[in-house]
Structure formats: structure tokens, C-alpha cells
């Protein structure tokens, strides 16, 4: 049966708890993975969240999976917090919804993204020219294959 992007995504957002932006910064706090999936233009434009990974979209189950060879150093476990952001909370809740597939059950989103962390007063670092970059995951470190 078809059904709507926004059926798809009010179904996903009922099988967890989303997070507003100062309860994400609390989690952040308490050693919750801030995950940040916007493109670089988006980032480049408006800034990024202090802390936050910056993983695409492309290569967040890459990125996130603590058997994964190519995962990020802080994902080195299934029981991890991550607060996966995107723009305005809409791809953050696909992108959460495959992060508990892959069986990470704390994967949550940011209701309103990045925006909303930013109108609500949160710590932001303004672009300054130079080109954002995804955080390195342990591959690319050399302490992967």
C-alpha cells in the first residue's frame, strides 16, 4: 500500500521519542552524539553545531555502525545516544529510522534540525569561508581496513 511521505514520516516518528533543541544539548552533555547530515552547502551557509559529527547522508550507516570498519571513533557501540540532524527534521527522522535498523535503539532526531537549534539561542560556529568536512571515521584514519 502507498502511502505519503508525510504518512511515512509521522509512522516513523511514533516508534520514538524525538528531541527538541534543548533537550538535544542536554544529551550532548550527558554523551549523546550529536550527528550532524546536512550537505556542505547547507553547513557552509549557515554554520554548524559545536561537537556535532559531520556525517553525509550517504555514509551515515557507514559512519555509525560499531562493527563497521569505516565507523566513527565515537561509534564504537549499539548502546550509543546519537541525535541525528539535518536541516529542518524531516530527513533526520529517515535517517534515525535506519539507524535503528541497523540496531542502534537510541538513534534519535532533532524536531525542526538545524534550524530549530539555532532559533532557540543554541551555541552555533558561523561559517568562515573555509569548506566544511565530514568527520573522519577510523578508516580514514588509518586504524581501519
Do not use: K
Request: proline share 8%; hydrophobic share 45%; aromatic share 4%.
Amino acid at each position: 500500500m502507498a502511502r505519503s511521505v508525510d504518512e511515512q514520516l509521522a509512522a516513523l516518528r511514533a516508534t520514538y521519542r524525538r528531541l527538541g533543541p534543548a533537550e538535544a544539548a542536554g544529551a550532548a552533555r550527558e554523551g549523546a552524539l550529536l550527528v550532524d547530515i546536512r550537505y556542505a552547502a547547507l553547513r557552509d551557509r549557515d554554520g554548524t553545531i559545536p561537537g556535532a559529527a559531520i556525517v553525509e547522508r550517504n555514509e551515515l550507516e557507514w559512519r555509525l555502525d560499531p562493527a563497521g570498519t569505516h565507523r566513527l571513533p565515537q561509534a564504537a557501540s549499539y548502546d550509543l545516544p546519537v541525535v541525528v540532524i539535518c536541516n529542518e527534521g524531516y530527513a533526520s527522522t529517515l535517517a534515525a529510522a535506519s539507524l535503528h535498523s541497523l540496531g542502534l535503539p537510541h538513534a534519535t532526531d532533532l524536531v525542526g534540525g538545524f534550524q530549530a537549534w539555532r532559533a532557540a539561542g543554541l551555541p552555533v560556529v558561523a561559517p568562515d569561508g573555509t569548506p566544511t568536512r565530514p568527520t573522519p571515521s577510523i578508516a580514514a584514519d588509518g586504524a581501519g581496513g
